[in-house]
């Protein structure tokens, strides 16, 4: 290996990633609906696929599944922060704490474990930007912005760059498409390569769960 490529790599792996997009414009990429590229296509019809985007390094990742379900069952579990460490299974590191629960948002606070790296920390605003269709948005919170909340701070790598949405589009047959989107900068020294598997895994583990927290809450209301 010579000089030159060494020196190119070890300055990428030490290079934190920043991000030159704002939440708004994040969003917008987010929804766009070209450009996304088929990652993988699993047996119980799950879709994933990710996507570039302008002004972050991290690439955003959507997970869809046409499905049987209760739109509203569905994004009452997504705005169910303090029952996350409940039904959550596949983030067994993760602890949230419900900051604020008004009219026209939620805010929430998060602490995730992550093997072999620093712990990551980061506080959301989570909201329905459209009241005509069943979408659920949130955005990071910047740290500086915290001041007045009751925060457990812990220690870790604070995250203040990302923004998420789920969606669920009734289909003629009845049935809803439903997605949920995300692009999110875990920030530290990561490679963009494990960022984006991080980021890939946690989206598809997420989604299963909130899907299958959904059907035992309609099973359960139904009798």
Do not use: C
């Amino acid at each position: 290996m010579n000089l030159i490529f060494k020196i190119a790599l070890i300055a990428r792996l030490v290079m934190p990633m920043t991000s030159l997009a704002s939440p708004a414009v994040l969003s917008d990429q987010l929804y766009d609906t070209e450009n996304w590229n088929l990652v993988e296509s699993t047996d119980d019809g799950i879709s994933i696929s990710e996507k570039e985007i302008d002004g972050i390094a991290v690439k955003a990742v959507k997970v869809s599944q046409t499905i049987n379900i209760d739109p509203a069952t569905l994004a009452e579990v997504i705005e169910d922060i303090a029952n996350y460490g409940r039904f959550l299974s596949s983030a067994p590191g993760m602890e949230a704490t419900l900051l604020k629960n008004s009219s026209d948002h939620i805010i929430g606070y998060q602490y995730v474990e992550v093997p072999l790296i620093s712990d990551r920390v980061y506080a959301f605003k989570m909201f329905r930007p459209d009241t005509a269709e069943t979408r659920v948005d949130w955005e990071l919170i910047p740290q500086k912005n915290l001041d007045g909340y009751a925060i457990n701070e812990r220690s870790g790598v604070y995250i203040d760059v990302g923004v998420g949405s789920w969606s669920m589009d009734k289909r003629p047959d009845g049935q809803y498409d439903v997605s949920y989107r995300l692009v999110m900068d875990p920030g530290g020294w990561l490679p963009d390569s494990v960022s984006d598997y991080f980021n890939r895994v946690s989206v598809v583990g997420i989604f299963k769960d909130a899907i299958f927290e959904t059907e035992r809450r309609s099973v359960q209301e139904n009798g």
